[in-house]
């Protein structure tokens, strides 16, 4: 990549910054950068087909099958891609109540999701009915913070995964939204929720310093923001109360966020939070450039589908 175009790319965009407080000036004297592109979805509830041409402001937007072609030309444009899924997978049409959740998998596995997190709504067939599916997902469910021990779903979910695109290594942690007064106990059984923000410090911990990753990314159905409840945990919250997460994707208040917003951390320096609405009629895009140093910047979008 010639380093004209590399920095047009990198500061061009609906969003561009330095992550870590690296200044955008270190990456003018780059010839060639790594390119990580970052997809993801949340709050889909089951929502497989576009919606109608009378379907209001949502008319002809959507659809399982214009995602997946969405999906593959970003592939084939950056094979170093990850797809990621936030939760509430399930719930909102028919297909759920007939289905219990198989063809939600199914179709996500033929779209090759990487990895998901849990949100609330996926408790809704109960824990045994979540658990009834999981042979239908060929992606990782990532919950850090539901402990899942005296339950089921012992073991089949992990508190992070790591992935590695082009000598590029990808950490993925996942938080869960509290579930006491939101889901019926006998719903989630003896799940136990853990502090997000705890959580997020001991996960960050161990994929920074412990696994040397380059990038961290938290899948989150916490919520992007409550004006009228400040005691509640969101992803705003969360992200100015730690460090060393460069990205949220966020979930469960079906936010549209036309670009990521950026945010300062506890040490100040920038990271970046998004969220893409719901029921699959957005995409989030988020790019992320390494320089040889694996000082990185990015840029990113919501794409209608």
Sequence with gaps: MKRREFIQKTVSGATALT???IGL??????????KITILHTNDVHSHIDAFGPEDGRNANKGGVSRRASLVENIRKENPNTLLLDAGDI??????FNYYGGELEFKLMSKLKYDAATIGNHDFDNGIDGLFAQLPHAQFEFISS???FSNT?????????????????KIGVFGLGIKLTGLVDPMMYKETNYLDPVETSQEMTRILKDEEQCDLIICLSHLGYHYRNRPEKMSDLKLASRTKDIDL???????????KPTVVKNSENKNML????????????????YFD?????AANGTSIIV
Excluded: R, W
């Design 152 to 168: 089921i779903m012992h073991t089949h979910t992990k508190p992070y995964k790591i992935f590695k695109k082009d000598g590029i």
């Design 90 to 95: 399930f719930q909102g049409t028919p297909y």
């Design 248 to 258: 949220i994707i966020g979930g469960h208040t079906h936010t549209f966020l036309p």
């Design 292 to 296: 040889t140093q694996k000082n990185k």
């Design 145 to 147: 913070n539901y402990d």
């Design 25 to 34: 000036q270190s990456f003018a004297e780059l010839n060639s950068a790594k």
């Design 273 to 288: 939070v998004n969220q893409v609405g719901c029921y699959g009629i957005n995409l989030g895009k988020i790019d992320f």
């Design 19 to 21: 992550i870590g407080g």
